[in-house]
T-cell receptor, first 109, second 117 residues
Framework: GDSVTQMEGPVTLSEEAFLTINCTYT??????LFWYVQYPGEGLQLLLK?????DKGSNKGFEATYRKETTSFHLEKGSVQVSDSAVYFC????????FGSGTRLQVQP | GAGVSQSPSNKVTEKGKDVELRCDPI?????LYWYRQSLGQGLEFLIY????????KSGLPSDRFSAERTGGSVSTLTIQRTQQEDSAVYLC???????????????FGQGTRLTVV
């Protein structure tokens, strides 16, 4: 069945550091790929998405590229801020919506 | 409404009691999902409704859990004879389309925090 594997956290970075959170997937069809973010005390919200191979999703300085050849959708940001501290979930959607286990990011000033 | 609405936002119940959690999806969204998130954990898939198709119940942890979706809109998740391990935040999400493609992002409600004492 479909599955998503993302790097375990927590990830602790200093402000302005470069961020990468790895995500790989297994899917039976041609899924759409997503990153969701959950800020402390808040609900899940969509951060970015990509619907086909080589698409790049971007939002709030975050980017992720749909790589079919490596079945990956790694999340990157060039310069993180304290306000980026949250839990990040990689997800795929073919039929159902399947999530990874989440990666907690803590950015220190 | 503008977003996915869940009620109640918090529920405290005694072990052994039944509970019903409600989800009101975004109008026109044909897909509806239930997930469970335990403290500090990821999202555990429970059940998925898509239009008039038979729901995907593969994630329901036991036969104490059931869900229905009436008229293709509102959904109710029922937990019978609640146990302490059922304590979690129950999240509902809805989306516009079924498989792959454009416009398939899911929108989440704020969740129902269930505490079984």
């Amino acid at each position: 069945g479909d599955s998503v594997t993302q790097m375990e956290g927590p990830v602790t970075l200093s402000e302005e550091a470069f961020l990468t959170i790895n995500c790989t997937y297994t899917a039976t069809g041609y899924p759409s790929l997503f990153w969701y973010v959950q800020y402390p005390g808040e609900g899940l919200q969509l951060l970015l998405k990509a619907t086909k191979a080589d698409d790049k999703g971007s939002n709030k300085g975050f980017e992720a590229t749909y790589r079919k050849e490596t079945t990956s959708f790694h999340l990157e940001k060039g310069s993180v801020q304290v306000s980026d501290s949250a839990v990040y979930f990689c997800a795929l959607k073919w039929r159902a919506l399947t999530f990874g286990s989440g990666t907690r990011l803590q950015v220190q000033p | 409404g503008a977003g996915v609405s869940q009620s109640p936002s918090n529920k405290v119940t005694e072990k052994g009691k039944d509970v019903e959690l409600r989800c009101d999806p975004i109008s026109g969204h044909t897909a509806l999902y239930w997930y469970r998130q335990s403290l500090g954990q990821g999202l555990e898939f429970l059940i998925y409704f898509q239009g008039n198709s038979a729901p995907d119940k593969s994630g329901l942890p036991s036969d104490r859990f059931s869900a229905e979706r009436t008229g293709g809109s509102v959904s109710t998740l029922t937990i019978q004879r609640t146990q302490q391990e059922d304590s979690a935040v129950y999240l509902c999400a809805s989306s516009l389309a079924a498989a792959g493609g454009f416009g398939t992002e899911a929108f989440f409600g704020q969740g129902t925090r269930l505490t079984v004492v």
